[in-house]
């Protein structure tokens, strides 16, 4: 079998390695630090296909230190042992570095066992995950390691290392790869970040070009083929998800209804209904609230229009509403309101209600001041009268702040006239 492009045009060198220029470039910290021959404890994290494997192996491979490789997919605790085991011996005299891919799939006790071995030097770690290190890697072991984070390549890197991987082809079975700029920016673009990702639709496209008298022609027609929807980088339960999420109501939140269309393009790309009407909701609520209460039942109706319908129908309806949202004024004076009662609660101010807002209708032998003297607004001129209605520990308590848009204001300026004629 074939090793795949990928693998064979696996960097050497960290001056090779595409991207991550915030922490190979010549003068950064990491680099330094890698450049000095001092290995410390590190985990990449970072999507697939950036480089965590080939930069974890670079360095390895420099260190002079017994090498042993785990991927935690497969890895048993055996496995580990065997590793630890070696601590001492004449084969493990430079030290022992462990590398291990995928560490999140260990349990917490496998991750428990490395703890005393790295925290006394006998093994260095170097381990890589997709995952957020924060919420799959076991404290104990974070806290003696450094977290570098590794990016999502940009298309320039990407476009690079396929002019690269093109030429290299046509080197290795002498037969020229002509593949034109906009393919190739087509390819660079639709890979989501993952060189992995390009290299492997680039092999596919050279495999099916039909060999001319110049050598093989590949054009953007293939390309569109091979790498239709290799563009999304999303996993529900992961990063990716929440990042475009936070963007996506950012965006509508930011009033930039350009902004916020893509995010919705993207989680309808990726099937994501779901998500996709229930931040549109909250935004609705959050965001835009009183300074246009109405955009409540409209928003709810476009969002049951979407689920009625389905994709890709659904687009329509949501599309719509983002719009609206986007571009209706702003306020979140009922979140800041309601927060601020909240806290009040949480914290155990409350007390008695009033007697006047009980729901009873007769006094008890105990009770201090007879009668329930609670005053019925609509019997009163403008249906208000000024009673009070916070328990006595919050009396004079102000949660809600009017805000400054058209709708709020006219409301502050009607009880202003109502309350203080």
């Known amino acids: 079998m074939a090793e795949p492009l990928a693998q064979r045009l696996r960097p050497r060198s960290l001056d090779e390695v595409w991207g991550q220029r915030h922490l190979l470039a010549l003068g950064k910290v990491f680099r330094r630090t890698i450049d000095s021959g001092r290995v410390p404890n590190m985990i990449f994290y970072g999507p697939s296909g950036v480089g965590k494997t080939t930069v974890a192996r670079i360095i390895a491979e420099g260190s002079g230190m017994r090498l042993h490789k785990l991927n935690g997919t497969s890895a048993s605790t055996s496995d580990i042992k ?3 085991g070696e601590i001492g011996t004449l ?4 030290g022992i570095l462990l590398y291990l891919d995928e560490i999140q799939y260990l349990n917490k006790k496998q991750q428990q066992s490395l703890l005393e071995c790295i925290e006394d030097g006998s093994v260095t770690l170097i381990a890589s995950t997709t995952e957020n290190p924060y919420f799959y890697i076991y404290n104990a072991l974070l806290s003696r390691c450094t ?8 298309p320039a890197d990407i476009q690079a290392g396929l002019k690269q991987a093109a030429k290299r082809l046509g080197e290795e079975d002498k037969s020229p790869v002509h593949i034109p ?5 087509y390819l660079a673009q639709s890979a989501g970040g993952d060189m992995r990702k390009a290299l492997g639709c680039l092999e596919f496209a050279v495999a ?15 390309v ?36 916020a269309l893509h995010y919705l393009a993207r989680l309808l790309e990726a099937g994501d209904l779901v998500s996709a009407c229930r931040r549109l909701m909250v935004c609705a609520c959050e965001d835009v609230g009183l300074a246009y209460p109405q955009i409540i039942p409209i928003v709810k109706a476009a969002v049951d229009a979407a689920t009625m319908l ?10 719509d509403a983002v719009i609206l949202v986007a571009t209706s004024p702003k306020s979140n004076t009922g979140e800041a309101a309601i927060d601020k009662a909240l806290a009040d609660v949480q914290r155990g101010k409350s007390g008695p209600i009033p007697r006047q807002l009980q729901n009873k209708h007769y006094d008890g032998e105990d009770a201090l001041v007879k009668g329930q003297h609670y005053l019925y607004p609509h019997d009163y001129p403008n249906r208000w009268v000024e009673q009070q209605y916070l328990p006595d520990a919050l009396k004079g308590r ?5 805000g400054d848009n058209k709708n709020e204001q006219a409301a502050r300026a009607y009880w202003q006239r109502i309350k203080h004629p």
């Open 82 to 84: 065997a590793v630890l």
């Open 91 to 94: 084969h493990a005299a430079g």
């Open 147 to 154: 977290v570098f984070e590794f990016k999502a390549l940009e």
């Open 181 to 185: 700029e906009d393919a190739l920016d």
């Open 208 to 222: 099916a070009a039909e060999e001319g008298p110049d050598g093989r022609h590949v054009t953007l027609d293939m």
């Open 224 to 259: 569109q083929q091979v790498a239709k929807r290799t563009a999304m980088r999303y996993d529900r339960e992961g990063d990716d998800h929440y990042d475009i999420l936070s963007a996506y109501q950012k965006s509508m939140r930011g009033s930039d209804p350009d902004a």
């Open 310 to 319: 389905g994709l890709p129908e659904a687009r329509i309806p949501l599309a």
């Open 398 to 402: 102000v949660y809600y702040q009017y």
